[in-house]
Nanobody, 118 residues
Framework: QVQLAESGGGLVQAGGSLRLSCAASGSILKYARTSMAWYRQAPGKQRELVAR???????DYADSVKGRFTISRDPAWKMVYLGMNDVRPEDTAIYYCYVGTRDHGDYWGQGTQVTVSS
């Protein structure tokens, strides 16, 4: 069984900071992981990529979060983090952890709510 457990969401004022964490456990730890990422989905909008880190240690960010958010992971690929600074009301969304594997498909966490008040 694969589990991706997000934590760290909550209510924060605009300009503040949050750090999201995602812990991988179960069968996924046996799979060759190719990337770990954070996506988000705001009410009435499609899910979008926020940040991604690949096996080659490259990172990608949505233009809207560049310079404010930072994705990182632990060396064992068991944890992925999203540091969020200078948050804005438009960052309000459910944030989902994602792990891509080479041969066993893609996996998603249940999501953690981030609400930014103005």
């Amino acid at each position: 069984q694969v589990q991706l457990a997000e934590s760290g969401g909550g209510l924060v004022q605009a300009g503040g900071s949050l750090r999201l964490s995602c812990a991988a456990s179960g069968s996924i730890l046996k799979y060759a992981r190719t990337s770990m990422a954070w996506y988000r989905q705001a009410p009435g909008k499609q899910r979008e990529l926020v940040a991604r880190i690949t096996i080659a240690r490259t990172t990608d960010y949505a233009d809207s979060v560049k310079g404010r958010f930072t994705i990182s992971r632990d060396p064992a690929w068991k944890m992925v983090y999203l540091g969020m600074n200078d948050v804005r009301p438009e960052d309000t969304a459910i944030y989902y952890c994602y792990v891509g594997t080479r041969d066993h498909g893609d996996y998603w966490g249940q999501g953690t709510q981030v609400t930014v008040s103005s």
